[in-house]
């Protein structure tokens, strides 16, 4: 069966340090994977999402970048990070045609 | 560009009553839509989606959701609401008729089910 790996759980780094989430998947090949941010408790906004080795997609502009160096791993990154970066990262990954997302336990993140 | 509305914050129901937590949605033309569950400082977890077919669709813990074209609406409903369903409820959505795979989520609905 498929599983979802994601950490750190939790994380509690200062303004301007860098951040390095990692996911990854088992059980499966060439999945599509994403990264999403939930802030305060509340709604998803997708960051990235990637459908193959080295290709990425961005939702938005921000502090963030995404690296998917293996098939099955995500890594979410930064190089300075800043206050509303706090949140809770999630990852997730589906079959590729199909669209039900796992998801991952999650990472909480706080920035100081 | 798609988008999910999920008007009501939260929803307290009794015990045993029928729940309804609302969505409504906006695509380019036919829609996947999908009901999340997320427990807190948890992960989301599938519930239940609509592809195509029967309006009606069931998932899991005896939830079920109706596709409304007309009103572009998928709600999520249960018959008799149980306390283990307090949690907070997420509808998504894509478009069926593009490459995008990543599925666009609305703000979440808190559901408290009161003993």
């Known amino acids: 069966s498929q599983t979802i790996h994601q950490w750190p759980a939790t994380l509690v780094q200062p303004v301007g340090s860098p951040l390095s989430l990692e996911c990854t998947v088992e059980?499966?090949?060439?999945?599509?994977l994403y990264w999403y941010r939930q802030a305060a408790g509340r709604g998803l906004q997708l960051l990235f999402y990637?459908?193959?080795?080295?290709?990425i997609s961005s939702e938005v502009p921000q502090n963030l970048s995404a690296s998917r160096p293996q098939d099955r791993q995500f890594i979410l990154s930064s190089k300075k990070l800043l206050l509303s970066d706090s949140g809770f990262y999630l990852c997730?990954?589906?079959?590729?045609?199909?669209?039900?997302?796992?998801f991952g336990a999650g990472s909480r993140l706080t920035v100081l | 560009a798609q988008s999910v509305a999920q008007p009501e914050d939260q929803v307290n129901v009794a015990e045993g009553n029928p729940l309804t937590v609302k969505c409504t949605y906006s695509?380019?033309?036919?829609?996947?839509l999908f009901w999340y569950v997320q427990y807190p400082n948890r992960g989301l977890q599938f519930l239940l989606k609509?592809?195509?077919?029967?309006?009606l669709v069931k998932g899991s813990y005896g939830f079920e959701a109706e596709f409304n074209k007309s009103q572009t609406s998928f709600h999520l409903k249960k018959p008799s609401a149980l306390v283990s369903d307090s949690a907070l409820y997420f509808c998504?959505?894509?478009?069926?008729?593009?490459?995008?795979?990543?599925?666009?989520f609305g703000s979440g609905t808190r559901l408290q089910v009161q003993p």
């Open positions: 997730a990954w589906s079959p590729g045609g199909a669209n039900v997302l796992t």
């Open positions: 059980g499966t090949s060439n999945p599509n």
């Open positions: 990637s459908v193959g080795i080295g290709q």
């Open positions: 695509v380019s033309g036919n829609p996947y």
């Open positions: 609509y592809i195509t077919g029967d309006n």
């Open positions: 998504a959505v894509r478009p069926l008729d593009t490459g995008r795979r990543a599925l666009t």
